[in-house]
Structures are given as structure tokens and as C-alpha cells.
């Protein structure tokens, strides 16, 4: 059975398009889901569905409206799905207000998780008889999809236990917001566990987790191997040899985790690291882009988490991240607050791709940042300033000579002639000192913030 509608099939409005050219396989999301998706007909995402899901799946609460039609159900039926442990009991519970919702719900998620061999989704509603549901939850359910009454009633009497639920939704939200559902709904809410989503569970490839003290990274290296959880160790003190064997086995795909202090911050290369973790936070922004960016290279996807205390810790982090300046809009995590908006119009959220001029703006930013001049005259040896032409000037420069050289025989011979017409005592060479090349390479960094 098919349950996707097909964008491509008569005319649709413009607000079920998406302009992305994203499939769910770009998604990240668990190869069963993804094949269930497929054979349920499901192959690019509504616009609710590019926004909601990867949110979800990070473990944000989410508050989602959208027209009628366009895929909320298997927005959270998705999330719901990325969350289950076949191996656990109860870990979802999903409210609705009417009986004909609830059994639509389970038949989606029946649906789009028809790959989880075992996975068990169950209607519980009143009017219908309370043993008929108690018989229900004798054997072992992942999704419980009801009505607040019901389900309350069954909580009560110890027939459902919520110990390992994570994740809790409301469809048609409004509806249950009446008074009617209140008193049931806060009381299910009370009843879950007071953290519904947590990171506690990631797949990767290679992790990096950064400390900003050599002392911790050791401290963190003994606790993870007592953890059962091998990992490497990267910090200065360590041997030469010790630190070159730690680059390799990450690098040659050896080891999943490595611990780290900034020394792999800048210039390593793993293109199997797809998690960063800041178990510290770095002391600024440029160190923070360096760490991050050592997950998704050369296009792929990754994710970095930094973990925060409360207070200070958060407040820093916060004014860390403010000073990017990033071209689209944060909250706070524990108050919600907007910030990082002072690049972009009030009305823009994040990069318009449709909008270069915007775009312009934000690059021709970053290159004014940029002194390349500086660094030329630093490089430099005999002291004199020279012009520096720009990357754009350089690139028109590069056209068809007028007698272009189509054979390497003419090739040579043109050689000939300008060793002929040259006067090679006329020619100077000058060296760099040897402090300027030693100091290259972290100038470039200062001045550039690339690696």
C-alpha cells in the first residue's frame, strides 16, 4: 500500500514543495526507517517533514503547525520509529482525541516501521472495554497511541509502566488543549520521566572529544577503558612516536573513539569522524569552528555536541557562540530566548538560498576580515610593499594565449626559444628567512581562522 501522496502527480500548491534538493536518504535516518519510508512511498520530505524530523531526532521539543495534508503524522511517526529499542518495553506515548486519529496514527507508523521485525504499536480508547486493552500490555509494547482518559486510567492501575518512555506527543494538538482533556493529560505527563529525550543513545563512525586539559584528557581515556569503551589519547606531552601512532589508527579507521586536547583541533583529517564532543568548552570561537569542523569533511554530515553546566559555563558558551555572528537564528535551551540575529533581516531565520544578495553580503564580510596584504608583506623578505591582486583580477588573467600550443613538440620548442631569448644573470632568486617560514603557518591561522 502506498501512503505518500505523489508530489509529482496533478497540480500542487507550493507549500508542500520544498526547494532543497534533499531526499529522506540524505536524512540520517536508520536504514530500516528509510526502507520504510521507500515502500510506503515516501522518497522526498514536505517541507513540515525537512524541518521537524532532524529537530526530532535531536531530542528538542517541538511544537509543529501545519496545513492539513501535509505529513504531520509521519513527521512524529518517524521521530518515534528512530527512537525505539525492540529490546525495551514502553518508550512512546502518543495522544489523540478521537478514536479514528488514534487507529490513523498506528496504521502510518505500522506502515513506515514495517522493517522492525518485532515492533509492536497498540490502540488503547474508551468506550470499548478496559480488559480488552489491559490484554494488550501482558506482552511487551513499544507505541501506545490513545485517548488521555483511557490511557490515564490504564497508568493508574499499574497496567502500563512509563519507566522507559522518551518521547510523548500530542496530535491535533488544539483539540486536546480543551478542558475536557486537561486533568488527564497533566496527569500523564506527571507520571513520564522527567527527562522524555535525551542524546543517550547516537550511532557514529569515529568520535573526537575534546578537553581543554591534558591532565582531563587522561583522567576521561581511564574512565571510558573502565567503561568498557576503547578509546585513544592525543595530548602534548605524550611521545612524538605516541602521538604519530594515535593520528594513525584514527585516521586508518582503528579506533572509534580518540580524546584529545586542541592539538587535533586544527589540520587533522579523518573522513570517518562524524561526532564531535566538547567535553570542555573551547576559551574562543575559532577553536570552537576548528573542533567542530573536524566531523562531516568534504561534504558529509556530522554532529558536535558540547556539554554544558548551568550558569557561568552557559552564559560564556552563549557569548561564544554570539560573536560568530551566524547568519540565522538560536535558541536558548533552557529558556528559549532568540539570539545570533544580528547578520540577517528580522524576517529571515536562516541562509536564504534564494537570496544572493544576502548571501553576497555575508562572504564579501568574511573576505574584507581577511588582511591578506599583511600576510604578504610578512612573507616578504626584502621589506618592500607590493600591490596584491585579487583572487578575481588572477582568475581573469587566465585566458587562451593568442598562439596556443596544441602539441607537446611545440611545447618544447617554445622553451627553446625563451632559454634563447633569456639572459639568466639577469635573474634573482631570494630565500624566505627561516623564522618567516616557521612563523607562516600560524600567521595564516591568525589572520584567516582556517586551517
Known amino acids: 500500500m502506498v501512503l505518500a501522496h505523489d508530489i509529482n502527480e496533478g497540480h500542487r500548491t507550493q507549500d508542500v514543495r520544498i526547494s532543497q534538493d534533499i531526499t529522506f536518504d540524505s536524512m540520517l535516518l536508520r536504514t530500516r526507517t528509510l526502507q520504510g519510508l521507500n515502500d510506503s512511498g515516501f522518497h522526498r520530505p514536505s517541507p513540515i517533514q525537512l524541518h521537524g524530523i532532524p529537530l526530532g531526532k535531536c531530542g528538542f521539543d517541538l511544537l509543529l503547525e501545519a496545513k492539513s495534508g501535509t505529513g504531520k503524522t509521519a513527521v512524529f511517526s518517524v521521530i518515534a520509529l528512530e527512537k525505539i529499542d525492540i529490546n525495551k518495553g514502553l518508550q512512546v506515548v502518543i495522544l489523540a482525541p478521537t478514536r479514528e486519529i488514534a487507529m490513523q496514527i498506528h496504521d502510518v507508523i505500522k506502515q513506515i516501521g514495517v522493517r522492525y521485525e518485532g515492533l509492536c504499536v497498540e490502540v488503547v480508547m474508551g468506550g470499548l472495554p478496559v480488559?480488552?486493552?489491559?490484554?494488550?500490555?501482558?506482552?511487551?509494547?513499544h507505541i501506545a497511541v490513545g485517548s488521555p482518559g483511557r490511557l490515564k486510567h490504564l497508568i493508574q492501575d499499574k497496567y502500563i509502566v512509563t519507566t522507559s518512555v522518551r518521547l510523548l506527543v500530542l496530535d491535533e494538538a488544539d483539540k486536546l488543549m480543551e478542558k475536557s482533556f486537561e486533568a488527564d493529560i497533566k496527569y500523564i505527563h506527571?507520571?513520564?520521566p522527567?527527562?522524555?529525550?535525551?542524546?543517550?543513545?547516537?550511532q557514529f563512525k569515529q568520535c573526537l572529544i575534546f578537553c581543554n586539559y591534558q591532565a582531563r584528557v587522561v583522567e576521561?581515556?581511564?574512565?571510558?577503558?573502565?567503561?568498557?569503551?576503547?578509546?585513544?589519547?592525543?595530548?602534548?606531552?605524550q611521545q612524538q612516536i605516541e602521538r604519530l601512532d594515535a593520528l594513525k589508527i584514527l585516521q586508518e579507521y582503528k579506533c572509534r573513539l580518540l580524546i584529545a586536547t586542541d592539538l587535533a583541533a586544527r589540520g587533522i583529517d579523518a573522513s570517518n569522524?562524524?561526532?564531535?564532543?566538547?567535553?570542555?568548552?573551547?576559551?574562543?570561537?575559532?577553536?570552537y569552528l576548528h573542533r567542530i569542523g573536524r566531523a562531516g569533511r568534504f561534504g558529509s554530515y556530522g554532529l558536535a555536541i558540547t556539554i554544558l553546566s548551568e550558569g557561568a559555563e552557559h552564559n560564556n558558551f552563549k557569548s561564544l557562540i554570539e560573536s560568530l555572528k551566524l547568519p540565522f537564528l538560536l535558541k536558548d535551551f533552557w529558556s528559549s530566548t532568540p539570539f545570533c540575529i544580528k547578520t540577517v533581516p528580522e524576517q529571515c531565520d536562516t541562509p536564504d538560498t534564494d537570496n544572493p544578495?544576502?548571501?553576497?553580503k555575508i562572504?564579501?564580510?568574511?573576505?574584507?576580515?581577511?588582511?591578506?596584504?599583511?600576510?604578504?608583506?610578512?612573507?616578504?623578505?626584502?621589506?618592500?610593499?607590493?600591490?596584491v591582486e585579487s583572487f578575481g583580477n588572477l582568475c581573469e588573467s587566465f585566458t587562451e594565449p593568442d598562439n596556443k600550443i596544441d602539441l607537446f613538440n611545440d611545447l618544447?620548442?617554445?622553451?627553446?626559444?625563451?632559454?634563447?631569448?633569456t639572459d639568466s644573470e639577469s635573474v634573482n632568486f631570494t630565500a624566505i628567512e627561516s623564522f618567516k617560514i616557521a612563523r607562516q603557518k600560524s600567521l595564516y591561522t591568525r589572520i584567516t581562522g582556517k586551517d
Open 357 to 360: 544578495d544576502l548571501n553576497n
Open 363 to 387: 562572504v564579501s564580510k568574511a573576505i574584507e576580515d581577511v588582511k591578506y596584504t599583511k600576510l604578504w608583506e610578512t612573507l616578504n623578505s626584502n621589506g618592500k610593499s607590493t600591490e
Open 273 to 287: 569522524v562524524d561526532l564531535v564532543i566538547n567535553f570542555e568548552t573551547p576559551c574562543n570561537w575559532e577553536t
Open 131 to 141: 480488559l480488552d486493552d489491559v490484554e494488550k500490555f501482558k506482552k511487551i509494547v
Open 412 to 421: 618544447i620548442q617554445s622553451f627553446k626559444q625563451n632559454e634563447v631569448n
Open 220 to 237: 576521561l581515556h581511564k574512565m571510558l577503558n573502565k567503561e568498557k569503551w576503547p578509546a585513544g589519547q592525543l595530548y602534548g606531552q
Open 190 to 192: 506527571s507520571v513520564l
Open 194 to 202: 522527567q527527562q522524555k529525550q535525551i542524546l543517550s543513545n547516537r
